[in-house]
């Protein structure tokens, strides 16, 4: 049973433009959500974060949203740029949860053209 | 660089064998979870350890055990291994349990054959 679900497993965007992409998840008891971005060959990479009592989160570029009526979470890029082509993998967690372990979505590819 | 370092960086071996991968987490972290990353299953969640006590169990296999030392660095070992065991497996610290934020060290790529 898939508790964080990246529905989209692509998603193509022009440079300049925004990126959005979604995530949505199942069990109410998590409270703290992240996004992390992944090279090939290379680990994930923190991106932001953000806790079930906000539902914005921003750091330059890059801003969550948090929607918990619908259980579901976004993440925008303003402006995109080429370097921003990745993998992005949606995370959640809570706090009955044994230890802090994260739970994955299976990812988005982003590809920005320029 | 996320300051989590990963050995080794590939590793090919055949079935029935054991392996062991060893993680150092970022310098303060007294934290460390292992992930397992397969083509169709994502990024897994096997074990956390918190300053050399094990603190959480994910989908890990029976066949599968960790440990974290006194200087924090920590070892996933591997044994009888299958085919289905081929994958990337990821370790990540933080500084603490209650902290949700994971720095991922760069992989290692097991192959079975």
């Known amino acids: 049973d898939q508790q964080v679900k990246q529905n989209s497993p692509s998603l193509s965007v022009q440079e300049g433009r925004i990126s959005i992409l979604n995530c949505d998840y199942t069990?109410?008891?998590?409270?703290?959500f992240l996004w992390y971005k992944k090279y090939p060959a290379e680990g994930p990479t923190f991106l932001i974060s953000?806790?079930?009592?906000?539902d914005k989160n921003e750091d330059g570029r890059f801003t969550v949203f948090l929607n918990k009526s619908a259980k579901h979470l976004s993440l925008h890029i303003v402006p995109s740029q080429p370097g921003d082509s990745a993998v992005y993998f949606c995370?959640?967690?809570?706090?009955?949860?044994?230890?802090?372990?994260?739970?994955f979505g299976k990812g988005t590819t982003l590809s920005v053209s320029s | 660089d996320s300051g989590v370092t990963q050995t080794p960086k590939h590793l090919i071996t055949a079935t029935g064998q054991r392996v062991t991968l060893r993680c150092s987490p970022r310098?303060?972290?007294?934290?460390v979870y292992w992930y397992q990353q397969s083509l169709d299953q994502g990024l897994q969640f096997l074990i956390q350890?918190?300053?050399?006590?094990?603190?959480a169990k994910g989908n890990i296999l029976e066949r599968f055990s960790a440990q974290q030392f006194p200087d924090l660095h920590s070892e996933l070992n591997l044994s009888s291994l299958e085919l289905g065991d081929s994958a990337l497996y990821f370790c990540?610290?933080?500084?603490?349990?209650?902290?949700?934020?994971?720095?991922f060290g760069p992989g290692t790529r097991l192959t079975v054959t």
């Open positions: 990540a610290s933080s500084v603490a349990p209650g902290i949700y934020e994971q720095y």
């Open positions: 069990n109410s008891m998590f409270d703290y």
């Open positions: 953000i806790s079930s009592i906000k």
């Open positions: 995370a959640a967690s809570h706090p009955n949860q044994a230890g802090t372990a994260l739970i």
């Open positions: 310098s303060g972290d007294l934290s």
């Open positions: 350890y918190y300053n050399g006590e094990e603190r």
